[in-house]
C-alpha cells in the first residue's frame, strides 16, 4: 500500500475540518496541506473532493473571484457529524500514539529530554518518574500474556 494510500483518510478529515471553518477551494487546500508536508497535484485532490462530495460531506458551488468562476466547498450537516465522530477516533489514536510522550507531559510537566527545573532553577534528573514509566510497561506486557 502505498504512504498516499495510507494516509488518506488523514488527508480527507484535514480536508473536512477546513471546509468546516471556511468555504476552501482546490488549490487553496492544495497550498495548506502542502504546509503540513502533503505534497498534492490537482490530479490526487479532485477526487478526494468529488468523493467527499458524493459522500454527502460537503457541497460544492461556483464562486466568482475577480471575474474568474471558482468551485467552492463547505461542510455540510453530515459533514460535520461525521467529522465530530472522527475527532473522537482521531483523539484515542492520538493518546495511544504518543502514550509515552503524554505520559511525561502528565507526569511532571517535562519534555523528551527527561529532566525538569527545580524551584532553584536548576535541571534535575526525573529518575522516579522514569521508573514508573517502566513499571507501568511491565504491567501491560503482564496483562496480555
Ligand atoms: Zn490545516
Known amino acids: 500500500m502505498a504512504v498516499r ?3 488518506g483518510g488523514l488527508i480527507r478529515l484535514h480536508i473536512l475540518h477546513h471546509a468546516a471553518h471556511e468555504p476552501i477551494f482546490g488549490l487553496g487546500i492544495i497550498e495548506e496541506l502542502a504546509l503540513h508536508g502533503y505534497k498534492l497535484s490537482p490530479g490526487t485532490l479532485y477526487p478526494l473532493l468529488h468523493g467527499l462530495e458524493k459522500s454527502g460531506y460537503i457541497n460544492s458551488s461556483i464562486e466568482r473571484v475577480a471575474g474568474r468562476r471558482r468551485r467552492v466547498y463547505l461542510v455540510t450537516e453530515e459533514g460535520r457529524q461525521a467529522l465530530a465522530l472522527a475527532k473522537t477516533k482521531v483523539w484515542e489514536l ?34 522516579a518518574k522514569l521508573d514508573r514509566k517502566h513499571t507501568h510497561k511491565r504491567s501491560i506486557k503482564k496483562a496480555k500474556s
Open 5 to 7: 494510500d495510507l494516509l
Open 94 to 127: 492520538f493518546r495511544e500514539l504518543f502514550e509515552v510522550e503524554l505520559s511525561f507531559s502528565v507526569a511532571g510537566k517535562v519534555g523528551p529530554q527527561d529532566h525538569i527545573v527545580g524551584d532553584d532553577g536548576l535541571s534535575k534528573k526525573t529518575d
